[in-house]
């Protein structure tokens, strides 16, 4: 592994330039094997021992998910990763790694829809109970939460999905390490490109694999990235008995993603924030929410823990409410009405009714979005025609 590799030359070759002496191909292929043969009895013994470096059955894995696995575990700075065939299987096996039935976890409100319906799920299945800090005061409401019910585990998404609130995460960690609680942190939003998450004192890392890192809106996956100790357990147990494993072409497109993801998030990051200081200074938008406004309330810890720019994620709320928010969307000719996002084309959408469903009404009110927020994924067309596709909107 080359420790001195930069973050760009990473992206297309880390933690080693692929090489095959035997082919000689310049881009891994995608094994779409199944299985894989032993050479003889005896060596499939030593593989299921974990002795000898191996593979078996794609369940458990595949020469091309590991490349990948490599690649990002480089990107962002941590010893192992385990790939998953959703973001979602992915923090479900952490969130089943580190919990047990009645337990409790303290998360960072608001998170992702899918994520806080998946918590529901398992307060109701398993008791787990989960409790919900959002942004302003977090440290310090953090450090009485714990002292009072005494969690498990600490879920931190920033920027969070959808309001783009920021948590500091090196003093999160610090509170964390005080009581020995592991600290998760969810990096879409961001990716390694902007923040790394373990340099600051996280445990573990998850990434949706679907958005930035793949960034072209054509295949599906999620990772977890961590110490060798934690992807270990989770690998044998969690990837392997609940079968969540990433498709090695899927894999692959991802990997080729990757290759780009450096300029990509270059490009994100200068569009959205062009876009944020047009809405910002429009008659018709109440709140822009956008880490690189210098007025936005978590600019300064942003500033302090992300690099590169802030990403392309943004939100804003449109005055008139869900009714003027549905009317805008309806109107754009250029940016895409759907959700995901991280994608090279602009994805707009309504969060309340959208990628947060699964919220009640008053939960959406207890996380600050409003029935008037609408979430953007800023694309990489000419930043010209994204602000013209909304003025015409907005009009």
């Not at 090196?170 to 490109?193: G, H, R």
């Not at 939960?363 to 602000?387: F, Q, T, Y």
Request: aromatic letters at 10%; proline letters at 5%.
């Amino acid at each position: 592994m080359d420790d001195n590799m930069r973050f760009n030359t990473g992206c297309i070759h880390g933690p080693k330039p692929y090489r095959d002496s035997n082919k000689r191909d310049v881009i891994p292929p995608i094994h779409m094997s199944s299985t894989y043969f032993f050479e003889n009895a005896e060596q499939g013994g030593k593989l299921f021992a974990g002795e000898e470096e191996g593979f078996i059955y794609t369940r458990l894995s595949n020469p091309t998910v590991k490349i990948l696995e490599e690649r990002i575990a480089f990107l962002e700075k941590g010893e192992d990763a385990c790939a998953f065939s959703s973001g979602m299987a992915a923090i479900t096996s952490i969130l089943l790694y580190f919990l047990k039935p009645c337990e409790k976890l303290i998360y960072s409100q608001p998170i992702y829809g899918g994520t806080f319906a998946l918590l529901k799920l398992l307060n109701e299945k398993f008791g787990i109970e989960f409790v919900g800090i959002k942004a302003k005061n977090f440290l310090n409401e953090l450090e009485e939460k714990i002292d009072e019910i005494k969690p498990k585990l600490v879920y931190v998404e920033t920027p969070a999905n959808p309001t783009l609130d920021i948590f500091d995460l090196e003093e999160t960690s610090k509170i964390c390490k005080k009581y020995n609680i592991p600290l998760v942190v969810d990096n879409t939003f961001a990716t390694p490109y902007h923040q790394r998450p373990i340099l600051k004192g996280a445990d573990v890392v998850v990434h949706s694999l679907t958005k930035y890192l793949t960034g072209h809106s054509d295949a599906i996956g999620g990772i977890i990235i961590s110490k060798k100790e934690i992807i270990k357990p989770i690998k044998e147990h969690y990837l392997t008995h609940l079968g969540g494993c990433l498709s090695p072409f899927n894999a692959w497109l991802t990997l080729r993603g990757i290759k780009t993801l450096h300029i990509r998030m270059e490009r994100h990051s200068y569009n959205a924030m062009k876009l944020a200081e047009f809405l910002k200074n429009h008659k018709k938008i109440e709140r822009v929410f956008y880490p690189g406004l210098k007025d936005f309330e978590g600019h300064e810890i942003a500033k302090k823990q992300m690099e590169n720019g802030f990403s392309g994620m943004l939100s804003f709320i449109i005055k008139g409410g869900k009714k003027e928010a549905i009317k805008f969307l309806n109107s754009l000719k250029i940016c895409t009405l759907a959700v995901s996002l991280g994608a090279v084309e602009t994805l707009v959408e309504h969060p309340a009714s959208m990628t947060h469903s699964t919220y009640s009404d008053e939960k959406l009110i207890e996380a600050g979005i409003d029935p008037g927020l609408i979430r953007v994924s800023v694309g990489l067309e000419d930043i010209k025609d994204i602000i013209d596709d909304f003025e015409r909107a907005l009009k």
